[in-house]
């Protein structure tokens, strides 16, 4: 049976280096033609190859099409939100001084412990939806607000199911190790072994992607870090990790010695930190949204990120804490406004670059052989979605194939 689809009178952003130099890769009066889930073809509309005609034509009326977005860093399961805690940060009280006397993330834990699985599955849903209204095609999802071996269970569940119902891929992340439960109360180590059971018995549930953790000192030291990491590694689990958010911990390099796919945040990072991740070739996950919300003031090393050729990815790190936002595009713009990355890089930053911080080499270019996720903009040039604000440029959406709105 034909089920080849050709798309056809589009302005595309490949984002692939074989079409210019200039990194766009633009294609003008371009065509992709799908098989299933899959592009089989792309280039000029002009220049298409002969053979059998696609059993179907769709007009994009001369979009600007880019590849579908990736979110690669967020924690969109969770009960409650902290917008009273918003209140008194801005009333002079620190995020760390919130988190040390209990209140940060284990308000959090204590909203989700006490939520139902229909309760978490129905607004983290409508969470997804509104990445999803601006062309995430592909989304990662921590736990890490549950902390317990049930609870951890259900958040995971969760994001899986959302991935199998929504016209979006998930990938899912263990953060067991994001901080510790009140019943764990001075016992960090013990808590350690736990979340290595844990993890055991989620990966035999066939709900982790991924492993990560919070490694700073207000979350778990680089040696309990490390135990976490060991056992990933005896399942086989990729590792990525929330290091040097507010402190230098020596985290990205502990994480690049796991060959880590991602160190995330940074702010802190060292020139170490930056060679141990190039040499492991780990992606740096920027988070301008925890940033901005947090009023850091302490940017991450981008210019050394940049020299070393460390490629950089950009997310919304949503979450009830740091980073409510649900735009990715608003991350692309504050990318460049905050952390001056260029349009180019922040665009690639959420296409191919959070790809590849999910261990994914299928998605985030326009390019024969990858995933049929591209997303048709009203817009000209593919700069134009780091500089938009506040407004939702995103025409269709096309999701393994399939034309999702
Ligand atoms: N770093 C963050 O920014 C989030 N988690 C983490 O490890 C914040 C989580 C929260 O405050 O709820
Ligand atoms: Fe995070």
Request: a negative charge.
């Amino acid at each position: 049976m034909n089920t080849r689809t050709l798309w056809r009178n589009a302005r595309l952003a490949t984002l692939d280096p074989a079409v210019d130099a200039d990194g766009w890769g633009l294609i003008e009066h371009g065509a992709l033609l799908t098989d299933g889930p899959h592009i089989v073809w792309v280039g000029r509309e002009d220049e298409r190859p002969a053979g059998e005609p696609p059993a179907r034509t769709v007009d994009l009326g001369g979009a600007l099409v880019t590849p579908g977005l990736v979110d690669c860093h967020t924690h969109l399961v969770y009960g409650g939100h902290r917008a009273a805690e918003f209140e008194q940060r801005l009333n002079g009280v620190s995020y760390e001084a919130i988190a040390r006397a209990g209140g940060g993330i284990r308000s959090t834990v204590a909203a989700t412990r006490a939520a139902s699985e229909e309760a978490l599955w129905d607004s983290a849903a409508q969470r997804a939806a509104a990445l999803m209204a601006e062309g995430v095609t592909t989304l990662e999802i921590k736990s890490g607000y549950g902390l317990s071996l049930d609870a951890e269970a259900r958040c995971l569940r969760v994001a899986r199911r959302l991935g199998q119902t929504l016209p979006v891929d998930v990938r899912t992340t263990f953060l067991g190790a994001h901080a510790l439960p009140p019943e764990f109360e001075g016992r960090p180590d013990d808590y350690i072994d736990a979340v290595c059971d844990w993890m055991a018995e989620l990966h035999r549930q066939g709900l982790i992607d991924a492993v990560d953790a919070f490694c700073e000192n207000i979350g778990f030291s680089p040696a309990q870090t490390q135990r976490v990491f060991e056992a990933a590694r005896r399942w086989q689990l990729p590792v990525k990790l929330h290091a040097e958010q507010l402190s230098d911990q020596g985290g990205a390099a502990l994480a690049a010695s796991f060959n880590a796919l991602s160190c995330d945040h940074l702010e802190h990072l060292s020139a170490d930190g930056i060679a141990a991740m190039r040499a492991a070739g780990s992606v740096a996950v920027l988070l301008p949204g925890a940033y901005y919300f947090l009023r850091e003031t302490r940017l991450p090393p981008i210019e050394a990120l940049r020299q070393a050729g460390v490629p950089m990815a950009v997310s919304t790190d949503h979450n009830p804490g740091t980073s409510p936002g649900l735009s990715l595009l608003l991350m692309a713009s504050m990318a460049c406004t905050l952390f001056r990355l260029t349009p180019l890089e922040a665009v690639q930053g959420i296409t191919v670059h959070a790809a590849q911080a999910l261990g994914l080499r299928d998605r985030g270019q326009l390019i024969a052989g990858q995933r049929a996720d591209f997303v048709a903009w009203d817009l000209q040039h593919p700069n134009e979605l780091a500089y938009w604000f506040g407004r939702n440029p995103c025409r269709h959406v096309i999701h393994h194939g399939v034309q999702r709105s």
